[in-house]
Nanobody, 128 residues
Framework: QVQLVESGGGSVQEGASLRLSCVASGASFSNIIMGWFRQAPGKEREFVSAIGWIGDSTNHATLYGDSVKGRFSISRDSARNMVSLQMNSLKPEDTAVYFC?????????????????WGQGTQVTVSS
């Protein structure tokens, strides 16, 4: 079982930056992928970004949703079992609850049903 705890959400103005973090605990972290999804009120859950995590390798794959490419950056800290999402140039349409997700597989995925473990979510609000 993997437990995920997100942090770093908040309310900001358009154009600002936020950094979300997700700390994982409770299981082996070799060959595990971690991703971020978001869900705005009345909308379906949307893929944001994901990163592969193969043991201590520094070679990891990353994926980004089209709406965040060039603005968001995902990274991981193997020593702290943590993944971060740096969000720059935030827009009002980025407003949503952001969820951290994880799964034991080799390649990151954009599909939410590929992830077995989910955090509780953290709210990000961007005002114009």
């Amino acid at each position: 079982q993997v437990q995920l705890v997100e942090s770093g959400g908040g309310s900001v103005q358009e154009g600002a930056s936020l950094r979300l973090s997700c700390v994982a605990s409770g299981a082996s972290f070799s060959n595990i992928i971690m991703g971020w999804f978001r869900q705005a009120p009345g909308k379906e859950r949307e893929f944001v970004s994901a990163i592969g995590w193969i043991g201590d390798s520094t070679n990891h794959a990353t994926l980004y949703g089209d709406s965040v490419k060039g603005r968001f950056s995902i990274s991981r800290d193997s020593a702290r079992n943590m993944v971060s999402l740096q969000m720059n140039s935030l827009k009002p349409e980025d407003t949503a609850v952001y969820f951290c997700a994880a799964d034991h597989r080799l390649r990151p995925s954009v599909r939410d049903f590929d992830y077995d473990f989910w955090g509780q979510g953290t709210q990000v609000t961007v005002s114009s």
